[in-house]
């Protein structure tokens, strides 16, 4: 088990490193290969580690940083969640991995690529299975890193590297809070062990374990793109859509999730931090989803969309119902990551054209993307018996079954988003797919050279999608309502934890209710979408749309945020820097030295008169120094 | 002795204040400068030969002798050396010359 | 075996013995570059040598707890000034960097300098001599005279070689370290004659000194003289502008110097002298301490962030990575000052590094203004990467080096002073924007300006590569080193609780 869960975590690491130092000599497909190949040998580790688990363990490989008390050590704490993690992450990287083969196959850097991918795997893992903080923190600046510099992988275009940039600097507030509450923990406990501080959960006092909370809560906003810090997504989209998939869909914005989920019997004891965090998810998950509704780029529509699922998830957590929403997290990872990969199919065939507005009437010609993706839109706008139905109505019972004005408030947005979701999931589905092709509304420039479609995408794109649209569809088996009598399967794997708060179980009407609640919304929103979008309004509608109003442009901006932001941030920091430097740095400080440098120098060339060389200053200072020995002399004997 | 010390000592004092005001007002002719250095060391000499009298002691004569011996080279060189002046500046005005200042 | 020879003395003067080589070759570069580079060498292998037998050494007692090697000897004895040096933990680590840093300025300067290259070379030879004896030195006096000796070969290596406004910024340069280390005089012998008074005993020894007893107004003034020698030195936000000028002006071989040793002295001497001869005016002066440098740290960062030429921006990254080890240094607290020593070592490196590359690239464009580049990673693809990872070891990535130093110093802190440690936290994200900044202008993007540049060459690579495995082994393992300082840390840091 030792050797296996090292292998899990080095495998992905030397062929990232492989790839990074011999990359670029070696032969193409061997590269590919090895990338492939150690995370699908990562995904075989993590599944005998399955086959062999019994129980959380903690395994510790040599120490990292040991100074007095502060004993961090590369240690791994294995337990359920993160052995469902790995297992998710393994295999759902794995088959991005196979898909960029393909994808990437014109890429002439596939080196660097690779390299960035394997690191960010690795970093992922190390993430997940950290047995303490510091540690984890590392896990967590890596895929940070990797996230950038694939984010800014094409990084000619300004455009790209700004939006790495941006990824990394706004995740990195989120960082700093998180650093803040290891050191902080770590003050207070004598320890930064993810299992020693959860014990200590009810030694802390109440208002510190708030303010912990606080912090890891800002820590999870920043990595998961919640609100307020959820405005480096979107323009992740930059990035390769694999990258968009792997990192940006699948498995670091889940970080923020997965660490909140880890802290909880920490930070769950207090009621304030728990309200925090479900509010921040709620709302967020409602931000985006509206957001959403009135995106025009394919890959930013999935972006929100993201960005609105994960809310749900931080929902989840903050209602304490953990499993729904670990639940939830592996169902998303399925569906999204089909989608982008879908969108990415779709992107590749059109010559890279992500403007919905110029696709249209795909179904006929991409009919073995548009099966796989019409599966990713079924479970992401939680179409009934898909797994997403299953796992966003496990959080939206538990959040009901809170109760309180707070939560009945959740609740009802909850059901809201979920409404906004199938419809612009459908919206998406429908401009895209249906309707015909070459639309008749003007295009703001013409058409580029070989516009068109593009239909031989390679096999190993389109092959790579049906693994992802069976788990995504039939992903509820993994957790399966009691009320069909089996008991779930996540809800026995994860039953065990230790230090999981178990919410009541829902009366067997309730649930049932619940859900017939959401297959209602699911299905009105799927109706609104294909009112709108299918049959005779679609053309007034779409040109409509284009047109923009106030509203849409307020959505499709993300609710102004990013100018806000430059506005209270961005340029003020830029003005204050420009004024240290040019104002106190060189006027202030320098100018105060320079001048007194002036003035010594000047105060120096006082007595310098005397000396001007000519003849007559020396008499004259002759003269004036006897008069001043005679006058001394008669004053010595005449006093 | 028939001059008492002080007249002599009066007469020295006024002689060297004298060649001093030359000295620092006739800048314009290094020549005139030298002159007036003379009738400062010559007020200097009548003092040391006063002294003498007055005290019956052969050392300030010795003095003055040795100092008529030090101006006379020291005009020769000193002359010589306003003549290389007047060469290079064409001037004997010492304000020309501050090739010296600091 | 080890005592028979006067190893601490041999390290000193190695460098400077090596001067003596160069005379013959005086005139030839092509064979003064390698004399100057093996007795270079020679020393990094003499620091390697000691470090890997320090814990035989450690076993053996030298009559001062922590120090491994003593060298005593008398020297004036009319004023009881000694010639001490000793050898303890942060001192070993701290003559590593040095003598790794001098490797790394000699490399980097091979083909960079042209002109009267055996002056230059002997030069640095001497000036390592200096630094060495700063980092050796356990006599006041002893240390004052190394302090300055590493002084003057400076002002000649930024005067001579320097670039644009080389006379004002080698005489800036000169003027605030003169300006500091005559008032540390001062109170040196103001120690010494208080010492004397007391016990009748004429010594500058330290440890000797250490038992002074001080009433709480000398021992301020004492303090802030010495203070001030080191604040300048660190450099503490206001006395910091000496440092942009003469980075900016240096030579490449004289900017790895500066960044990687000279600021180090003053946390060095902060930690050996300052806090130990003055405890309670230290105490006293902590919360000045901990503000400015924070300031520094915020300040720095976005005076940085506004910059538009390359070395000066890595110059002012350099004002606010020290605020770190000034903050652990401030803390006083085990884990906080372990943390400030490996960040010395850190920034050292890291530092050292990006001002060695930048230089690199100096070489080729003949400009470093960050304007003028821009998608070099597709021209240099070499020197991106790793630029990048010297960039990313500077914002503090875990797993890279600086992390480890940041991390303690910050964890620390936090127990002494939380808000500081907070407000430091931030200090993060500033730094990441000015550096991420420099790499997106530098790196990626079109390029600005049709360069053509030619990639690292083998010298280069194999230098850089050396440089890049240091900060990932200093990052990942660092564990060694930290056993290395533990025992001197503790002792220092038990004094003040």
């Known amino acids: 088990m030792k050797l296996y869960l090292a292998l899990i975590l080095l495998l992905p690491l030397l062929g990232g490193l492989f790839n990074a130092l011999l990359g670029r000599m070696l032969p193409r497909r061997l590269g590919e290969a090895i990338a492939c190949g150690v995370i699908w040998g990562a995904f075989v580790c993590a599944v005998l580690v399955l086959l062999q688990f019994t129980g959380p363990t903690k395994i510790e490989y040599g120490s990292w940083l040991a100074a007095f008390d502060l004993q961090a050590p590369i240690a791994i704490y294995l337990d359920q969640l993160s052995l469902g993690l790995t297992l998710m992450i393994t295999f759902v990287c794995g088959l991005?991995?196979?898909?960029?083969?393909?994808?990437?196959?014109?890429?002439?850097?596939?080196?660097?690529?690779?390299?960035?991918?394997?690191i960010f795997v690795f970093a992922m893992l190390v993430l997940v299975l950290a047995g303490n903080l510091p540690l984890l923190y590392l896990g967590w600046e890596g895929v940070g890193f990797c996230s950038y510099a694939l984010i800014g992988f094409w990084y000619r275009e300004e455009k790209n590297a700004t939006a790495g940039r941006k990824a990394f600097i706004v995740t990195r507030v989120g960082d700093t809070?998180?650093?803040?509450?290891?050191?902080?923990?770590?003050?207070?406990?004598?320890?930064?062990?993810?299992?020693?501080?959860?014990?200590?959960?009810?030694?802390?006092?109440?208002?510190?374990?708030?303010?912990?909370?606080?912090?890891?809560?800002?820590?999870?906003?920043?990595?998961?793109?919640?609100?307020?810090?959820?405005?480096?997504?979107?323009?992740?989209?930059?990035?390769?859509?694999?990258?968009?998939?792997?990192i940006h869909a699948a498995t670091m914005v889940t970080a923020g999730?997965?660490?909140?989920?880890?802290?909880?019997?920490?930070?769950?004891?207090?009621?304030?931090?728990?309200?925090?965090?479900?509010?921040?998810?709620?709302v967020t998950a409602f931000y985006a989803a509206a957001s959403a509704c009135r995106q025009r780029d394919l890959k930013r529509i999935l972006a929100y969309s993201t960005i609105s699922q994960i809310g749900y998830m931080v929902l989840g957590v903050g209602v304490g119902a953990l499993t729904a929403a670990t639940f939830h997290l592996l169902t998303h990872a399925f569906f999204k990551a089909l989608l982008f990969l879908a969108a990415g199919c779709v992107i590749t065939a059109l010559h890279h054209q992500q403007d919905i507005f110029r696709m249209g009437g795909l179904k006929e010609r991409l009919p073995a993307v548009y099966w796989p993706f019409l599966a990713g839109a079924l479970c992401l706008a939680g179409f009934p018996l898909t797994g997403g139905f299953f796992s966003k109505d496990a959080i939206l019972g538990a959040v009901f079954e809170r109760g309180g004005p707070l939560y009945a408030g959740l609740f009802a947005l909850g059901l809201l988003t979920a409404l906004l979701t199938a419809f612009y999931t459908f919206r998406m589905l429908l401009v895209v797919f249906h309707g015909e092709e070459n639309l008749p509304h003007p295009h703001p420039d013409p058409p580029r050279e070989g516009e068109?479609?593009?239909?031989?995408?390679?096999?190993?794109?389109?092959?790579?999608?049906?693994?992802?649209?069976?788990?995504?569809?039939?992903?509820?088996?993994?957790?399966?309502?009691?009320?069909?009598?089996?008991?779930?399967?996540?809800?026995?794997?994860?039953?065990?934890?230790?230090?999981?708060?178990?919410?009541?179980?829902?009366?067997?009407?309730?649930?049932?209710?619940?859900?017939?609640?959401?297959?209602?919304?699911?299905?009105?929103?799927?109706?609104?979408?294909?009112?709108?979008?299918?049959?005779?309004?679609?053309?007034?509608?779409?040109?409509?749309?284009e047109a923009?109003?106030?509203?849409?442009?307020?959505?499709?901006?993300?609710?102004?945020?990013?100018?806000?932001?430059?506005?209270?941030?961005?340029?003020?920091?830029?003005?204050?820097?420009?004024?240290?430097?040019?104002?106190?740095?060189?006027?202030?400080?320098?100018?105060?030295?320079?001048?007194?440098?002036?003035?010594?120098?000047?105060?120096?060339?006082?007595?310098?008169?005397?000396?001007?060389?000519r003849v007559a200053t020396s008499l004259f200072g002759l003269a004036g120094g006897v008069c001043v020995l005679l006058a001394y002399v008669a004053w010595l004997i005449t006093g | 002795m028939i001059v008492p010390l002080e007249h002599i000592l009066i007469l020295a004092g006024l002689l060297f204040f004298l060649g001093m005001g030359g000295l620092l007002a006739w800048r314009a002719n290094l020549i005139m400068m030298l002159v007036c250095i003379e009738v400062m060391l010559n007020a200097v000499m009548l003092v040391f030969v006063g002294g003498s009298a007055r005290w019956g002691n052969a050392d300030g004569q010795l003095f003055a002798i040795f100092i008529m011996a030090l101006t006379s080279s020291e005009v020769s060189l000193a002359l010589a050396m306003v003549v290389y002046l007047h060469r290079r500046k064409r001037t004997v005005d010492t304000d020309v010359f501050s090739e010296m200042k600091g | 075996?080890?005592?028979?020879?006067?190893?601490?003395?041999?390290?000193?003067?190695?460098?400077?013995?090596?001067?003596?080589?160069?005379?013959?070759?005086?005139?030839?570069?092509?064979?003064?570059?390698?004399?100057?580079?093996?007795?270079?060498l020679l020393e990094l292998a003499l620091t390697g040598w000691l470090y890997s037998s320090w814990r035989g050494l450690a076993v053996a007692q030298t009559g001062l707890p922590g120090f491994f090697l003593l060298e005593d000897l008398p020297w004036i004895e009319a004023f009881g000034i000694r010639y001490t040096l000793g050898l303890d933990g942060i001192s070993l680590l701290m003559v590593m960097l040095t003598a790794f840093s001098f490797c790394v300025a000699l490399a980097v300067s091979w083909r960079a300098v042209g002109k009267r290259v055996g002056l230059f070379l002997a030069l640095l030879l001497a000036m390592e001599s200096g630094i060495m004896g700063v980092f050796l030195a356990l006599d006041l006096a002893l240390f004052y005279l190394f302090w300055e000796v590493m002084l003057i070969p400076m002002f000649f290596?930024?005067?001579?070689?320097?670039?644009?406004?080389?006379?004002?910024?080698?005489?800036?340069?000169?003027?605030?370290?003169?300006?500091?280390?005559?008032?540390?005089?001062?109170?040196?012998?103001a120690l010494h004659l208080i010492y004397a008074q007391q016990t009748g005993i004429a010594t500058f020894a330290l440890h000797e000194l250490l038992k002074t007893r001080l009433p709480a107004g000398t021992q301020l003034w004492l303090f802030a003289a010495f203070f001030l020698a080191f604040a300048i030195k660190f450099p503490l936000f206001p006395l910091h502008t000496w440092l942009p000028d003469a980075h900016t002006d240096a030579p490449t071989a004289g900017s790895v110097i500066l960044a990687g040793l000279l600021l180090k002295t003053g946390s060095y001497g902060l930690i050996r002298f300052g806090y130990p001869l003055f405890p309670e005016a230290a105490q006293q002066l902590t919360p000045l301490f901990y503000t400015l440098a924070l300031i520094g740290i915020g300040y720095a960062s976005l005076v940085a962030f506004a910059q538009e030429d390359m070395k000066r921006l890595i110059a002012y990254s350099s004002i606010g990575h020290m605020g770190y080890v000034a903050i652990g240094i401030a803390a006083w607290q085990p884990v906080a000052l372990t943390g400030s020593i490996?960040?010395?070592?850190?920034?050292?490196?890291?530092?050292?590094?990006?001002?060695?590359?930048?230089?690199?690239?100096?070489?080729?464009?003949?400009?470093?203004?960050?304007?003028?580049?821009?998608?070099?990673?597709?021209?240099?693809?070499?020197?991106?990467?790793?630029?990048?990872?010297?960039?990313?070891?500077?914002?503090?990535?875990?797993?890279?080096?600086?992390?480890?130093?940041?991390?303690?110093?910050?964890?620390?802190?936090?127990?002494?002073?939380?808000?500081?440690?907070?407000?430091?936290?931030?200090?993060?994200?500033?730094?990441?924007?000015?550096?991420?900044?420099?790499?997106?202008?530098?790196?990626?993007?079109?390029?600005?300006?049709?360069?053509?540049?030619?990639?690292?060459?083998?010298?280069?690579?194999?230098?850089?590569?050396?440089?890049?495995?240091?900060?990932?082994?200093?990052?990942?393992?660092?564990?060694?080193?930290?056993?290395?300082?533990?025992?001197?840390?503790?002792?220092?840091?038990?004094?003040?609780?």
């Open chain 1, 257 to 282: 999730v997965y660490l909140l989920a880890r802290m909880f019997p920490l930070i769950g004891g207090s009621e304030a931090v728990r309200a925090a965090i479900a509010l921040t998810g709620g």
């Open chain 1, 96 to 118: 991005i991995h196979l898909y960029s083969v393909g994808y990437m196959r014109e890429e002439p850097d596939f080196a660097r690529y690779f390299a960035l991918l394997n």
């Open chain 1, 177 to 246: 809070a998180f650093g803040i509450a290891i050191v902080w923990m770590f003050q207070i406990s004598g320890s930064v062990s993810i299992t020693q501080l959860n014990a200590m959960g009810s030694l802390i006092p109440a208002g510190i374990v708030t303010a912990l909370g606080i912090l890891l809560l800002i820590g999870a906003a920043g990595k998961s793109a919640q609100l307020p810090l959820s405005v480096w997504l979107p323009d992740a989209m930059a990035g390769p859509t694999p990258v968009s998939a792997q």
């Open chain 3, 342 to 497: 490996i960040q010395m070592a850190n920034h050292g490196v890291t530092t050292g590094a990006l001002f060695a590359m930048v230089g690199m690239l100096d070489e080729r464009a003949h400009t470093r203004e960050i304007a003028s580049f821009g998608g070099l990673w597709g021209k240099v693809p070499l020197w991106s990467f790793f630029f990048l990872f010297f960039s990313l070891a500077s914002v503090g990535l875990p797993g890279l080096n600086n992390f480890v130093g940041e991390f303690l110093v910050l964890a620390g802190t936090m127990k002494k002073a939380p808000l500081v440690a907070g407000l430091a936290f931030l200090g993060i994200v500033l730094t990441l924007i000015y550096m991420v900044r420099l790499v997106q202008e530098v790196c990626f993007q079109e390029d600005r300006q049709p360069l053509s540049l030619v990639d690292l060459d083998l010298r280069e690579l194999s230098l850089l590569a050396a440089v890049a495995l240091l900060v990932v082994w200093m990052g990942v393992h660092p564990g060694p080193l930290l056993d290395l300082i533990h025992a001197p840390v503790q002792l220092l840091s038990g004094g003040v609780p």
């Open chain 1, 548 to 613: 923009g109003s106030k509203l849409s442009d307020f959505l499709l901006n993300g609710w102004r945020l990013d100018d806000l932001y430059r506005l209270l941030f961005i340029r003020p920091f830029e003005r204050i820097a420009r004024l240290c430097w040019k104002g106190v740095d060189e006027a202030g400080i320098d100018g105060a030295l320079d001048g007194l440098a002036r003035l010594t120098a000047r105060l120096g060339r006082l007595p310098a008169a005397w000396s001007s060389g």
């Open chain 3, 1 to 40: 075996m080890l005592g028979n020879y006067p190893i601490l003395t041999i390290m000193v003067f190695l460098p400077l013995a090596g001067c003596l080589l160069l005379l013959p070759a005086w005139r030839h570069p092509a064979a003064a570059r390698p004399i100057a580079l093996g007795v270079a």
């Open chain 1, 452 to 545: 068109g479609i593009h239909s031989a995408l390679p096999s190993v794109m389109t092959v790579t999608l049906w693994p992802l649209a069976l788990l995504g569809l039939l992903g509820g088996i993994l957790n399966l309502p009691s009320y069909l009598g089996v008991h779930g399967l996540l809800d026995g794997f994860l039953g065990d934890m230790p230090g999981l708060m178990r919410p009541e179980p829902l009366s067997h009407g309730t649930e049932m209710i619940l859900q017939l609640v959401a297959a209602t919304v699911s299905l009105a929103g799927l109706g609104l979408a294909r009112s709108r979008y299918a049959g005779s309004r679609r053309a007034a509608v779409l040109a409509a749309e």
């Open chain 3, 157 to 189: 290596l930024i005067g001579v070689w320097g670039h644009g406004r080389r006379i004002y910024s080698t005489i800036k340069f000169f003027l605030f370290t003169m300006a500091g280390s005559l008032l540390m005089l001062l109170a040196i012998i």
